[in-house]
């Protein structure tokens, strides 16, 4: 039997490539190997968004070199935006490497691994494939499943290398997204999170009719309609393109968990502008306000980066007071990186290593506060947990709330895929304990 060892870097998009892979690797005949000196193929799904995200897959990949020497027949392969960033370099770096796949490629790795030679030169897959790009393939995660809905993004941001690696905005058609999660419902999925760098400008026939209902309005109003589906997510969407008809759907529809990942980036308006934004911090509060007046119970995620080009101590108090206004359940924070060729990279004053690592404990340190505050104010309340697998404690099950938050209690094995009501009994910054009502 064959195996192989998939690990996974960066963000949900990835995630749901790797899971088609193995979805596609397992109609194969392959199985999954605990480790990595048992696997027949060792894979890596690589991110490229930092640079220390890049550093940490050379690191990881280096551990291989000597296993690819005693067992020569061993398929190293890397995929992903790194991969696509790197092209042939990644040879140079690597040159145990057999397979080094962009993520537009990914789908065709299962069928080239039946005729690579591990021993000859390696295969690199590089821009757009013969197969199409978006097509639904073979998932392993089922219950809480993912579906990319657009891929691409044309905003073009000034720190951001994925506009060039994943190139422009692609979205699926609105019936393939539709077949795709009936066949899902049918396979036992209740949750969905529908992905896309940029989910709210999902535009299966280009731009949509002015004064027409956004397309990406219609696909959450028909997605609401099917009775198996009892919880519907999305990530990532744009402050700029949040029309009131998407707002009021937090109010109106069955299935939206109340959650919003709502990238802020910087709360300083020069910061926005120099990024590329296109908003300011006025207009993204008023987004903020107008959503929370139709669900006061919406809770809020956000990213973060400090330390961009010409960032001053001001800017990064705007941001520290944004993150204070706001109160998100949840922050991603990260220290600027330069990345190949953004606009960024060239830009003057570029903030120190040890400036931009100060900020980022500022920031962490206030939201860490926040977030602490937010779950422990729900001990003794009771809250809807859908059970997705075991906890990490002997007896534990856990799931999410429809805020997202984790929650660890004691219960059964045969309460996976149900939703349960659970009482909290204590919060922590990353996790929620609790009860099962009885
Ligand atoms: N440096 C630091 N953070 C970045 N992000 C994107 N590009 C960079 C970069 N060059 C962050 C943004 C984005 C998240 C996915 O990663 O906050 O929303
Ligand atoms: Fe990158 Fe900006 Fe596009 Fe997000 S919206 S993927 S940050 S360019």
Request: glycine share 8%.
């Amino acid at each position: 039997m064959r195996r192989y060892h998939l690990t996974t870097f960066g963000c949900q998009m990835n995630v749901y490539d790797s899971d088609r892979l193995e979805g596609l690797l397992a109609a194969r005949g392959w199985l999954k190997a605990e480790a990595t000196d048992q696997a027949d193929f060792i894979f890596f799904n690589t991110c490229s968004i930092r640079e220390k995200a890049a550093q940490r897959v050379i690191s990881r990949l280096n551990e291989f070199k000597s296993l690819k020497k005693t067992k020569p027949h061993l398929v190293i392969g890397v995929g992903g935006c790194l991969a696509e960033q790197e092209g042939l370099n990644f040879l140079n770096k690597a040159p145990f490497l057999s397979l080094v796949a962009g993520p537009k490629r990914l789908t065709e790795i299962p069928e080239l691994l039946e005729r690579l030679d591990p021993t000859g030169p390696a295969v690199v897959l590089a821009g757009d494939g013969p197969a199409p790009l978006l097509a639904p393939t073979p998932k392993t995660q089922v219950l809480s499943a993912f579906v990319t809905i657009m891929e691409g993004c044309d905003n073009f941001c000034a720190y951001c290398v994925v506009p060039y690696l994943r190139g422009r905005e692609k979205s699926r058609p609105l019936k393939e997204i539709l077949t795709e999660v009936e066949g899902l419902l049918a396979q036992g999925a209740r949750e969905i999170t529908l992905l896309g760098q940029n989910v709210n400008s999902y535009a299966p026939n280009g731009e949509p009719q002015k004064g027409a209902e956004a397309p990406f309005t219609t696909l959450l109003k028909r997605l609401d309609s099917y009775s198996e589906l009892w919880r519907l997510r999305f990530a990532t969407s744009h402050p700029k393109d949040f029309p009131p008809d998407l707002i009021a759907l937090f109010g109106t529809l069955r299935t939206l968990a109340p959650n919003l990942h709502l990238p802020l980036q910087s709360g300083s308006d020069a910061i926005l502008q120099a990024m590329g934004r296109h908003y300011d911090w006025a207009q993204y509060l008023g987004l903020v306000k107008r959503l929370k007046e139709v669900n006061p119970a919406l809770a809020l995620n956000t990213d973060i980066i400090v330390g961009f080009p010409g960032e001053t101590d001001d800017d990064l108090n705007q941001t520290l007071k944004a993150l204070a206004t706001v109160r998100y359940d949840s922050i991603f924070s990260f220290k600027y990186s330069d990345r190949p060729q953004t606009r960024a990279l060239n830009l003057p004053h570029k903030v120190p290593e040890a400036v931009k690592a100060k900020r980022l404990t500022l920031v962490q340190t206030l939201q860490n506060g926040v977030t602490l505050e937010i779950n422990r104010a729900l001990i003794g309340q009771t809250v809807e947990v859908l059970v997705t697998g075991k906890g990490r404690e002997p007896g534990q099950m856990s799931g999410r709330t429809g805020s997202n938050k984790i929650v660890n209690f004691l219960g059964s094995p045969d309460l996976y895929g149900q939703m349960v009501a659970v009482t909290i009994t204590a919060a922590y910054k990353a996790s929620l304990l609790g009860q099962i009502n009885s």
